[in-house]
């Protein structure tokens, strides 16, 4: 075939095609279907938000240099503590459930322009009620019983939430203040219930252990760890929350409120009304989670009862930058470093505060970012400019010599 045959040939293709894609059935059909798939997949990290963890990460490798561990030995230890069998790799997992939860209800609470520190306190509150109610309940049925005991959970971490956003609301008082508060008096209100009218009558500080139809079932074993499907509800959880805030009306309103308070407002958005209910959501979800905690792996409630899930939910959460689908990513790397910490003792030598500085490390670092966008963005224009003027000043140079 000769070229002005092909060349015919390819223009009568690109004329069907416009006719084609053109046509009334297909603006209709085709590019809304399109555009249905492309709703469907998270957004992607871009290389300004993970720059900050990168240079966290680093400084925290530089420290377990100086503390006399190589990089290489570091997270050769790491991974060997958190996947390295199948009894580690189902720990990890135990503890990614309840950071998914806390994580969450930072991240939502963010997007609506809020931020709830007060995870650890609606966790604990969320347990003890779960844990007391399965008790109280044990002659319902396991199909009602289970479910209504995470529900109370998530009831109870909800309610402790409210204070904290009526303050703000209706005196002007920061919800990080008010809510950091409510954290303890929530640990030592459970403290004392668990030790008088709610504990077991002994000295231990515990619940009885709620009966074994509130308790989830086991999908995988290894030795005496095992697994139960509360991971995956919190993953659920995270990818549901992710759907509702962008691809949702509602969401899209919520997000406005937090965007521009005034200027959602002045749009007829009840912005004031989206922030109280996204910030009584938050507080469920981590009551939610210490639920799970309860009915997934110590089937009672005990006297400091979270080692922290709520405070590292609030630096899970910044890790992914507040988005809920990118959660995953970020607990799993902290509930990597959780399941690790006794053999990095065991094998660097390194004391078991070590995790907690390099949480703190990545926090800052995070914190930080905007900042260190910025010094970034001035060196390399300062090394552009410095290129361009020597390149400038050999160009005349070039010319003389021709």
């Known amino acids: 075939m000769s070229r002005r045959g092909e060349k015919a040939d390819i223009e009568e293709g690109g004329r069907f095609f416009h006719r084609f894609f053109a046509s009334q059935h297909i ?10 798939l492309s709703m469907f997949g998270p957004r992607p990290v871009s290389a300004s938000v993970l720059t900050a963890p990168a240079i966290g990460a680093l400084i925290c490798m530089g420290l377990a240099f100086a503390a006399g561990a190589g990089p290489a030995d570091l997270l ?10 199948p009894g ?5 997992l135990t503890k990614m459930t309840p950071l998914l939860c806390t994580g969450l209800a930072v991240a939502l609470a963010y997007r609506a322009g809020l931020l709830n520190i007060g995870c650890e306190g609606q966790l604990t509150i969320g ?7 399965a ?13 209504l005991t995470l529900i109370s959970g998530a009831a109870a971490g909800g309610l402790w939430a409210l204070p904290a956003i009526l303050l703000r609301q209706r005196r002007g008082v920061h919800e990080v203040i008010s809510a950091l508060l409510l954290n303890y008096m929530g640990i030592h209100l459970c403290s004392y219930l668990v030790s008088g009218p709610l504990g077991d009558g002994t000295a231990m500080g515990r619940t009885p252990p709620i009966p074994a139809w509130a308790q989830m079932t086991e999908v995988l074993r290894s030795g005496s760890l095992y697994l139960t ?6 993953l659920l ?7 509702w805030l962008s691809r949702t009306l509602w969401g899209f309103e919520a997000r406005a409120a937090g965007t521009n308070f005034d200027a959602a407002a002045n749009a007829g958005i009840s912005a004031s009304k989206w922030q109280i209910m996204i910030f009584l959501t938050s507080g469920a979800l981590a009551g939610f989670g210490g639920a799970l905690e309860v009915c997934a792996v110590h089937h009672r409630f005990y006297r400091s009862f979270s080692p922290g899930y709520g405070f590292d939910g609030l630096t899970a959460a910044f890790l992914a930058n507040g988005s809920p689908e990118w959660l995953w990513l970020s607990t799993l790397f902290m509930a990597s470093l959780r399941s690790a910490d006794k053999l990095l003792q065991i094998g660097l030598n390194l004391s078991p505060n070590f995790i907690l500085v390099v949480q703190a490390v990545l926090l800052l670092s995070v914190v930080s970012q905007g900042r260190i966008r ?18 400038s000043t050999h160009q005349p140079d070039r010319a003389h010599t021709r």
């Open 27 to 36: 603006r209709v059909g085709f590019f809304p279907v399109l555009r249905c």
């Open 76 to 85: 050769k230890t790491i991974w060997s503590g958190s996947w390295g069998s």
């Open 88 to 92: 580690a790799a189902i720990n990890t």
């Open 127 to 133: 347990a003890l009620v779960s844990a007391s109610f």
């Open 135 to 147: 008790v109280a309940g044990s002659d319902l049925p396991g199909f009602l019983l289970l479910p």
């Open 229 to 234: 499907p509360a991971p995956l509800m919190a």
């Open 237 to 243: 959880l995270c990818f549901g929350a992710w759907f």
């Open 374 to 391: 910025g010094r970034l963005t001035k060196f390399s224009s300062q090394i552009r400019g410095s290129f361009r003027k020597d390149v």
